[in-house]
């Protein structure tokens, strides 16, 4: 079955980098997306990556995919308080419905 | 442009009423997404709007919800004889296309709250 799971908290300093991993269970992933929610706002896509991929790089942001593990990362580099958010990894299926699932989401907290 | 709007931004209401919640997509966009983000969980598929299509209503989790889309447009969401296991913030997003890379654009939610 589908299922997303990440740890809920991650703190970082600022200026460090930050690092959210995500584990899902179905190997028939298609693509897998990287989800950003400010308080008090919807959910922006970040970033996806598709599973014939290993890496995808975009500015500050790398997305690392291990499909043998099914883990998958985002790497935010020189962290900035602004990026303090909670951050949604999210999967859809190869022949499925095409709706993403959703993990619970880390809360990514960022001090000085 | 206008991105996707809800209302209201927050609803409070008795236990055993029913509620509706509105929601604006992107002008244009195709597919239409209700979610449930109950605190502390993932967002929850409710129902899935596509063009003129009969709706995926696979996630509603029970026969007190409902929701149309009027005009291939707007959406309502409704739920009736609310209970407060209803709580939660309601989510919107709309798609130009559903597709695997369709990016879904979210709106701000609903925040109900059912005493």
């Known amino acids: 079955g589908e299922d997303v799971e990440q740890s809920l908290f991650l703190s970082v300093r600022e200026g460090d980098s930050s690092v959210i991993n995500c584990t899902y269970t179905?190997?028939?992933?298609?693509?897998l997306y990287w989800y950003k929610q400010e308080p008090g706002a919807g959910l922006q896509l970040l970033t996806y990556i598709f599973s014939n991929m290993d890496m995808k790089q975009d500015q500050r942001l790398t997305v690392l995919l291990n499909k043998k593990d099914k883990h998958l990362s985002l790497r935010i580099a020189d962290t900035q308080t602004g990026d303090s958010a909670i951050y949604f990894c999210?999967?859809?299926?190869?022949?499925?419905?095409?709706?993403?699932?959703f993990g619970r989401g880390t809360s990514l907290i960022v001090h000085p | 442009g206008a991105g996707v709007s809800q209302s209201p931004s927050n609803k409070v209401t008795e236990k055993g009423k029913d509620v509706e919640l509105r929601c604006d997509p992107i002008?244009?966009?195709?597919?239409l997404y209700w979610y449930r983000q109950s605190l502390g969980q993932g967002l929850e598929f409710l129902i899935y709007?596509?063009?003129?299509?009969?709706?995926?209503k696979s996630g509603l989790p029970s026969d007190r919800f409902s929701a149309e889309r009027t005009g291939g447009s707007v959406s309502t969401l409704t739920i009736q004889r609310t209970q407060q296991e209803d709580s939660a913030v309601y989510l919107c997003?709309?798609?130009?296309?559903?597709?695997?890379?369709?990016?879904?654009?979210f709106g701000p939610g609903t925040r109900l709250t059912v005493t």
């Open positions: 999210a999967e859809t299926i190869s022949g499925g419905s095409y709706i993403p699932t």
């Open positions: 997003a709309s798609s130009p296309t559903h597709r695997p890379i369709g990016e879904q654009y």
């Open positions: 179905d190997s028939s992933s298609t693509y």
């Open positions: 709007f596509q063009g003129n299509s009969a709706p995926d």
């Open positions: 002008s244009g966009h195709t597919a």
